[in-house]
């Protein structure tokens, strides 16, 4: 079974925080709340000059999934 690209994830012990985890490479959380992105991944340094031109595209579609979500339980 594939993984989806997006999962919402929270914890009881970070009360009002949602994360939605990218599960694809590269894989990371992002905190909904102030878009603070924490990677799971370590990265070689000729691939952070890749990464950063990525990392906006790869918020902005872990946003739009969680906008859509959100909007299925409205």
């Known amino acids: ?5 997006h ?3 929270d914890n009881v012990d970070l009360n009002g925080v949602i994360f939605v985890a990218h599960t694809q490479y590269p894989r990371f959380y992002l905190n909904v709340i102030n ?3 924490h990677w799971m991944e370590d ?15 790869l918020i902005e ?4 999934f969680y906008d859509k979500q ?5």
């Not at 079974?1 to 690209?5: C, N, Q, S, T, V």
């Not at 990265?43 to 595209?57: A, G, M, N, R």
């Not at 579609?61 to 739009?64: F, H, I, K, R, Y």
Request: net charge negative; charged share 45%; no cysteine.
């Open 43 to 57: 990265f070689h340094k000729e691939d952070k000059e890749e990464l950063e031109s990525q990392t906006k595209t």
């Open 70 to 74: 959100m909007d299925n339980f409205e």
């Open 1 to 5: 079974m594939d993984l989806p690209k």
């Open 35 to 37: 878009d603070e992105i």
């Open 7 to 9: 999962l919402i994830a």
């Open 61 to 64: 579609e872990a946003l739009e």
